[in-house]
């Protein structure tokens, strides 16, 4: 098993920046990629960003591309996202996930709350 432990939510004004990390543990050798998503209360989870565990592809929804980050760091299996020029509907529930084996991302951390403030 492979277990996601997010760290970095906070409150933030419109226009800061946030970083979040994210520490992977467990049977990590076989991830082919790690991702972040979002949600807010009624809305179904949303695709922010993703990145292979090996190489340098990255992936990123529209909302968020030019202003947020995704990067990793192999030797100590954690994935961060650097969030910048926030808006207030960047609010949510932020969810780290990872994509084992190719089949779709199928772990979940807990979520780390980001609050841009108008």
């Known amino acids: 098993q492979v277990q996601l432990v997010e760290s970095g939510g906070g409150l933030v004004q419109a226009g800061g920046s946030l970083r979040l990390s994210c520490a992977a543990s467990?049977?990590?050798?076989?991830?082919?990629?790690m991702g972040w998503f979002r949600q807010t209360p009624g809305k179904e989870r949303e695709f922010v960003a993703a990145?292979?565990?090996?190489?340098?592809?990255?992936y990123y929804a529209s909302s968020v591309k030019g202003r947020f980050t995704i990067s990793r760091d192999n030797a100590k299996n954690t994935v961060h996202l650097q969030m910048s020029s926030l808006k207030p509907e960047d609010t949510a529930v932020y969810y780290c996930?990872?994509?084992?084996?190719?089949?779709?991302?199928?772990?979940w951390g807990q979520g780390t709350q980001v609050t841009v403030s108008s």
């Open positions: 467990g049977r990590t050798f076989s991830t082919d990629r």
């Open positions: 996930a990872a994509d084992l084996n190719g089949g779709g991302f199928t772990r």
């Open positions: 990145i292979k565990w090996s190489g340098d592809t990255t």
